[in-house]
């Protein structure tokens, strides 16, 4: 591993030390729960997704909930209620899920959701007892055009503001936030290690794993690790399905999304160009060869890479050849 790899793996335990401690100390009261965004464009956790506005909030399956909103115009919205966190002993995995699709919206756009582990009428999100966080994906199609959903959390029944901070409340959450960067890190640092093992492929992931990570189960995800001479390229071709969304992405060796602020490092379903078969041909080179879906190695010479199928039936499987650049 070189400078810049080690360089970038330090700030990312800097990055997982600012989400652990907002997640387990400033916002970890399931009496009184704040959306807040743990994953965002400085925030990068397991290949996180470019088109995503995540959002999350500590709950207590022994509580109901209201999720109030407006759908907005964003392509995709899901809510998951999740046990367990990374570092953590006991069970970990997804309890319940819902799509916008599935909802009953108002006229104007609003609704509300019941999370609870009671069956409720309606717009329900089911829990467990144990459960202990919910997670909220927006995924864009165009997000210079779509209008996120506005949402907000309470729990039911509460209206006295929260109880004063103790001393035990701070040891739990400080001891919590420590294990969160230290599984995290150890996680997903596996999982890329793994992914080494067969450089330049991108099988299928394991959906059972991709659950207790807590993943989306609408998703297919399709996870390898490339390594590129300077003067190589990655080719990958694939005929997508017919499903909501995918997307192609490039990612640094600890799992998180190269910097799509400045580097075009992803491709959706709507952003892509296609054969006229319906298949596609996707590009990974250190540089612009002046075709169709090139995507940025953003300074790396290697890392993880995902890609991903929302709601599709068939999960075809992508093949992958290295390439040198004047072949393109």
Not at 7 to 16: I, M
Not at 78 to 106: C, H, M, P, S, W
Not at 132 to 144: A, E, F, G, H, K
Request: aromatic share 10%.
């Amino acid at each position: 591993m070189d400078p810049f790899e080690r360089a970038e793996g330090f700030r990312y335990l800097s990055r997982l030390t600012r989400v652990a401690l907002e997640s387990f100390v400033e916002f970890a009261d399931p009496e009184f729960p704040v959306l807040r965004r743990p994953s965002h464009e400085t925030v990068k956790i397991g290949a996180d997704n470019p088109d995503n506005h995540y959002e999350s909030a500590a709950i207590r399956g022994a509580y109901d909930y209201r999720i109030r909103g407006t759908r907005g115009t964003i392509h995709y919205l899901g809510f998951g209620t999740y046990a367990g966190g990374y570092g953590e002993d006991g069970r970990r995995g997804q309890d319940g899920y819902i799509e916008a699709k599935n909802l009953a919206v108002a006229p104007d756009g609003s609704f509300e959701i019941v999370v609870s582990a009671r069956e409720h009428p309606g717009n329900w999100l089911p829990m467990q007892p144990d459960s202990s966080l919910l997670i909220v994906r927006q995924t864009y199609r165009d997000r210079d055009k779509e209008e996120i959903a506005k949402l907000s959390i309470e729990r039911i029944g509460t209206k006295a503001g929260p109880a004063p901070l103790t001393a035990e409340f701070l040891d739990t959450g400080l001891a919590r936030a420590a294990a969160y960067v230290d599984g995290t890190a150890a996680l997903f640092t596996d999982w890329s290690e793994g992914f080494a093992q067969r450089k330049n492929e991108l099988p299928k992931f394991d959906s059972e794993v991709a659950a207790a990570a807590h993943g989306d189960p609408n998703i297919c995800y399709f996870h390898g690790y490339w390594e590129l001479g300077p003067d190589q390229a990655l080719v990958i071709e694939v005929t997508p399905p017919k499903c909501a969304y995918w997307n192609f992405q490039v990612n640094n060796h600890w799992m998180e999304s190269l910097d799509y602020r400045y580097h075009r490092i992803a491709v959706n379903h709507h952003a892509a160009r296609l054969r006229n078969d319906g298949s596609v041909r996707l590009i990974l080179a250190h540089r612009d060869p002046g075709i169709d879906n090139w995507l940025d190695t953003a300074h790396h010479c290697r890392g993880t890479m995902c890609l991903r199928w929302i709601g599709a039936d068939e999960h075809p499987e992508p093949t992958t050849q290295v390439v040198s650049f004047s072949e393109l």
